[in-house]
């Protein structure tokens, strides 16, 4: 397998796992695309690569998820070797485990951090005439990823790269932003554009609409996330069941229950940090 982690700064190198394949994204001023730009550099110049399953992670993976290069390998390597017929085609390793289960879905989440997120994205629905309504959305946690924390197998990658490829070439054409993705939105006390927002959002989306590709969540052990999550392990639990079972009433019922048990900066910690003090 190859799986690619982005570096660009030489203060990230030490972020960098041995066991990844380093790229060196040069800062640029004008960019927009950030971790999806090195993923279609990669896909177009290297198709090589793809030959085999397939990761681009950033040098944060280890600070927000605590997996080593060796750790995932080894996950997706069992998994491989039990279904040598060939089963799962994307593996997802998601960061934040907290506010996957706080938010119907992952545009709700992004409109919270990033304000105009999901009308951006309705409008890029709307123009690719794919018949989805963002507000109606409720996510399965089978397919739910942040950050592009995912590893693909080379079909999985093809339709992938195609589907994001239609979001590209219309943002790229929007050169007036009629659209909105063209946008900046706040970020880590800083303006960055919202296409990376939107796109690390993407392949959830592309997963709920194309359920013939096998997925495999990396369920990180139950007595870490009861250290994390703390009084609050029990209530977000039931609403990663709740959302998985499509019950807007019970997901209603245990965020109600959730706001009631928790103070402001509880649930703030918890929506930022994925810990609840």
């Known amino acids: 397998m190859n799986i690619f982690q982005i570096y660009y700064s030489s203060e990230q190198i030490s972020k960098l796992d041995p066991e990844f394949i380093p790229v060196y994204n040069a800062p640029n001023p004008q960019e927009r695309w950030f971790e999806y730009g090195v993923m279609r550099q990669l896909w177009q ?21 605590g997996l080593t290069g060796k750790e995932v390998k080894a996950h997706i390597a069992k998994h491989t070797a039990q279904n040598p017929q ?16 706080l938010f119907v879905n992952q545009w709700a989440q992004g409109d919270s951090f990033h304000d105009g997120l999901s009308h951006a994205m309705q409008n890029l629905l709307g123009a690719l005439k794919i018949p989805v309504r963002l507000d109606g959305l409720i996510d399965y946690s089978d397919t ?8 693909g197998s080379p079909r999985f990658w093809q339709a992938y790269m195609a589907f994001a490829d239609e979001f590209y070439r219309l943002i790229e054409e929007d050169t007036d932003n009629q659209l909105g993705a063209r946008s900046f939105v706040a970020h880590s006390h800083s303006q960055y554009p919202m ?14 609409l194309n359920p013939q590709f096998k997925r495999m969540v990396y369920e990180y052990p139950e007595e870490l996330l009861k250290k994390r999550w703390g009084v609050a392990y029990d209530d977000i639990t039931a609403l990663k069941h709740a959302k998985n079972a499509q019950d807007r009433a019970a997901i209603h019922h245990h965020m109600q229950q959730l706001f009631a048990k928790l103070t402001r900066e509880q649930l703030t910690s918890l929506y930022m940090y994925n810990i609840c003090p």
Do not use: Q
């Open 45 to 65: 110049n290297h198709h090589h690569y793809f030959d085999d399953f397939v990761g681009v992670l950033s040098h944060k993976f280890y600070e927000k998820t």
């Open 86 to 101: 060939g089963g799962v085609d994307v593996y997802l390793f998601d960061p934040i485990t907290a506010p996957s289960n």
């Open 144 to 151: 739910v990823v942040y950050c592009n924390y995912w590893v």
């Open 195 to 208: 296409t990376p927002f939107i796109m690390e959002r993407l392949p959830t989306l592309f997963m709920r």
